[in-house]
């Protein structure tokens, strides 16, 4: 029997009737204050998913408020199913820990259509996995044990090289490989370092950036079932604004062969 690697188990739900799920939170997806903003959506992810229980609707939007840091341990995520339309499902769920609403989402599950269509973004051009370095980060966060990095985008910022432009990216994908899956995907939305970090005009931060809110919108579920566990995909993020203290940062996930599998757009705060 094949074990289930450390994203299955890290990310599990639990039923426990009406809509309730168990879940653990993990400390092997810390970041400087708490759980990644990604690992905590693809738990969300996982929870609506089991509460829609319906897999010709896929997930295609979702959007995550973060209230508080959860901590290590249980918690519950609690799921409302708003409304099943003919094609479009929309569900709510709140992740609560000891009483304490963390986290709020909602999201979109839909019926595919096949009706053509078009994709006019163009991925940018990079070197291959194999040709980029894997990129070291002085840090010893335990997030960055669950990935595997190859720098291919923007400044070498944590070697001091900055630019006015705060773009960065590269090729991401877990250390221990699984079937790609939409859970998967919404976690990559939110797992590469603050494209902030890559400016010289950034304000200086103490305690990272946090993620106020998240919205991914899954783009190609098609694509996303051509991958193969062991792929990279293509991670790009960057920052055009930051005031008072706030920032946006907008991110895209491509295949290997130019898909683009995913936009995200999250507001963060610089502590």
């Known amino acids: 029997m094949t074990s289930l690697s450390r994203f299955d188990r890290d990310t599990a739900v639990t039923p426990l009737g009406d809509g309730v799920f168990e879940v653990r939170i993990d400390t092997g997806w810390w970041i400087v204050r708490g759980p990644n903003g990604g690992y905590i959506a693809a738990l969300l992810a996982n929870a609506i998913s089991a509460a829609i229980d ?19 341990g249980t918690a519950q995520v609690e799921t409302t199913v708003e409304r099943v339309g003919r094609t479009v499902s929309t569900v709510s769920a709140r992740l609560v820990q000891n009483g304490k609403l963390q986290a709020l989402a909602t999201a979109a599950h839909v019926v595919p259509k096949d009706e053509g269509g078009f994709q006019h973004a163009r991925m940018p051009e990079v070197l291959p ?20 990095q190859r720098f291919a985008i923007g400044p070498r910022y944590w070697d001091g090289e900055k630019t006015a432009e705060a773009r ?8 221990e490989p699984r079937a790609w899956d939409n859970a ?23 305690g990272g950036v946090p993620t106020v809110d998240l919205t991914v919108h899954l783009l190609d579920p098609a694509a996303l ?3 193969g566990p062991e792929e990279f995909v293509l991670a790009l993020f960057e920052t055009r604004t930051v005031h008072g203290g706030y920032l946006e940062e907008d991110g895209e996930i491509w295949s290997p062969r130019g898909e683009l599998l995913a936009r995200a757009r999250q507001i963060g705060v610089m502590l």
Request: charge should be neutral.
């Open 129 to 148: 996995p194999e040709q980029c370095a894997a990129r070291e980060l002085e840090m010893p966060i335990p997030l960055h044990e669950r990935f595997e």
């Open 54 to 72: 319906d897999p010709t609707r896929p997930l295609r939007s979702l959007t995550v408020h973060y209230l508080r840091p959860p901590q290590e």
């Open 168 to 175: 960065t990216g590269g090729w991401l994908r877990l250390r």
């Open 184 to 206: 998967q995907l919404a976690a990559f939305c939110d797992s590469w370092p603050p494209a902030v970090f890559a400016s010289r005009d950034a304000p200086e931060t103490r």
């Open 225 to 227: 079932s051509r991958m």
